[in-house]
């Protein structure tokens, strides 16, 4: 039974790995939409956080190792400048453009701590910035009051947005704390601007590919010096970037 249990979430991971990828979806929503698109009962275990972590940086390393170093570098320069444009307000980034996992399709998530919540809603009016309020579920769980931008990504000739998240002042040392995998949970100016340049040098030294669109394909082996086995059900598909693609689970055999 257990196995049974392991390979449902193992599979409902990477269906909505896919997802978060492709289209940008976040680990709560993806992992509904999986649920549904597999026709599993709502009452499946859903795979945690590190799970999904897991299974993005792996279907990335596999799928989109070619075009997903240069989409995170833009999506962090976007983040650099507006970060440097709010200076102020103690701007830090979070997030999958924080992480390293995003990809064109994801959203920069920066998060604004300050005595006053309503002064950055007045600077972006002072600067004629168009932004729409809303309201999204914080790090603790609680509701945060947000600003979305839609901001040009040059890169690639296409809309971004950035949304700010409001917080106080004092909320400023909770969110430094590493999180359950150990890691910083979002990093400052300075923080961001070293991974910018480093994304610079990389592409200086050409190491940073040529953009090509992401299509995911059904066999690849020698990853990193790993050969890989895929197995799944053949009746079973899931749509992923407007596409159907046949759902493989993925074991990995040095």
């Known amino acids: 039974m257990d196995t049974i249990r392991n390979n449902a979430s193992a599979e ?8 978060v990828v492709e289209e940008g979806m976040e680990y709560a929503a993806a992992k509904r939409r999986a649920v549904k698109q597999l026709g599993m009962s709502a ?8 799970a999904m972590d897991a299974a993005v940086r792996e279907y990335i390393a596999l799928f989109c190792a070619d075009t997903q170093p240069t989409e995170l570098a833009a999506l962090r320069a976007i983040a650099l400048t507006w970060m440097e444009r709010l200076t102020d307000f103690r701007p830090h980034l979070g997030g999958a453009v924080w992480h390293g996992t995003a990809t064109r399709h994801s959203d920069v998530y920066l998060q604004l701590f300050c005595d006053d919540p309503k002064a950055p809603e007045w600077a972006l009016l002072n600067h004629r910035v168009a932004y729409h309020p809303g309201e999204v579920k914080g790090w603790r769980g609680e509701p945060v009051q947000v600003l979305t931008l839609r901001v040009r990504n040059e890169a690639f000739e296409e809309w971004a947005l950035v949304h700010l ?3 106080n002042l004092d909320d400023v040392r909770g ?8 890691r910083k949970p979002r990093g400052d100016v300075a923080a961001v601007r070293r991974l910018v340049q480093l994304a610079l040098h990389r592409q200086q030294l050409g190491s940073v590919p040529l953009r090509r669109r992401c299509i995911p394909t059904l066999l690849q082996t020698g990853l990193g ?3 890989f086995r895929f197995f799944g059900h053949p009746d079973r598909q899931v749509i992923c970037h407007g596409r159907p ?3 493989l689970l993925l ?3 040095h």
């Open 12 to 19: 409902l991971a990477q269906a909505a790995a896919c997802l």
């Open 43 to 50: 009452r499946t275990a859903l795979p945690d956080n590190a």
């Open 165 to 167: 998240m409001l917080y």
């Open 175 to 182: 969110a430094l704390k590493s999180d359950a995998q150990g």
């Open 225 to 227: 010096g790993r050969l």
């Open 245 to 247: 693609h046949r759902l």
């Open 251 to 253: 074991l990995s055999h």
